[in-house]
């Protein structure tokens, strides 16, 4: 990636944002497969055109302070820190992966994050505690249990993933009205049993299969990340009255939103808001090399 600093920041945080991080042949780390393969192989194959600025990325660079800051720390004799693991696989690729902690008495594999405190808001009840279905925390927990199976594969007995998650936009007084988590730290666990590494195998051998069918497909031909993978919200029909601007409710379907605005009277009328892929449109450093984005969010869009 090629760093720009349009605010002139100090010369540490461009060599911060800059890292040393370079691409291997035929490896992917376990966070880049964690993406959809369109967007993993777009980043690598446009690596050197993409563009970031060193101030868009501060949030990047405060999550690589507080890992340098915690790695710092004395492990006990069962810990290991900061660990780089790399696995060979079938089909030639390798899949390589960073663990912030792992503790063999445990069997714990923990990975600190940097995270907003809408991560947690929209994944927990009233009670801080993960709400079931939201699949809010689906990502962290597959990326845990990835390390856990990487870890499994050169003789650790690795059975749980943890996550301790920093909230950097933590407010305290809005914790006294239980708006944000008491504090501004969070974790959450799992345990993971033979079926869950069963599964994960499965699908890191399939995920490597197609990033080898892939590779040597152009740009255009590359198999669009699923709604998933773009975090895409799907469209609503507001039910909208005169002279308010915000909706009476939002449905999913338009006929329910029809008979609604029927029974509500007064000039009530539907409006469509169509979906969209957060994802693509602000987390995606490889966007601009990608159709979808470009005649979705693209300039011509
Ligand atoms: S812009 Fe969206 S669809 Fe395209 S590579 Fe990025 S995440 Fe995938």
Known sequence: MKITNALNLPQPFV??????????DKRYGATAILNGTREAILQRRHDDEITGDVADMVWAIFGTAVHGILEQGSESSSQIKENKLVV??????????VFDLYDDATGTVTDYKTASVWKIKFGCREDWKPKAGTGQFDDWRK??????????????????GEIVALLKDHSKTKAKFNKHPPLPVWQI???????????????IMEKFEEIDRCEQLPDEELPLCTEAERWARAGKYAVMK?????????????????????????????QHRPGIDPKCMDYCSACEFCTYWQQAYGKEA
């Open 15 to 24: 060599d911060a944002a800059t890292g040393d991080h370079r691409h291997v």
């Open 88 to 97: 060979d696989l079938p089909n030639g690729y390798q899949l390589s992966g």
């Open 143 to 160: 990326q845990t249990l990835i390390y856990c199976w990487m870890l499994r594969q050169i003789g650790f007995d690795a059975r749980r």
């Open 189 to 203: 666990g799992w345990d993971f049993a033979a079926e869950d590494f069963a599964a994960i195998e499965a699908w």
């Open 242 to 270: 005169p002279g308010r601007k915000s909706a009476i409710r939002l449905y999913d379907s338009e006929e329910d939103a029809q008979a609604r605005a029927e029974r509500e009277g007064k000039g009530c009328y539907v």
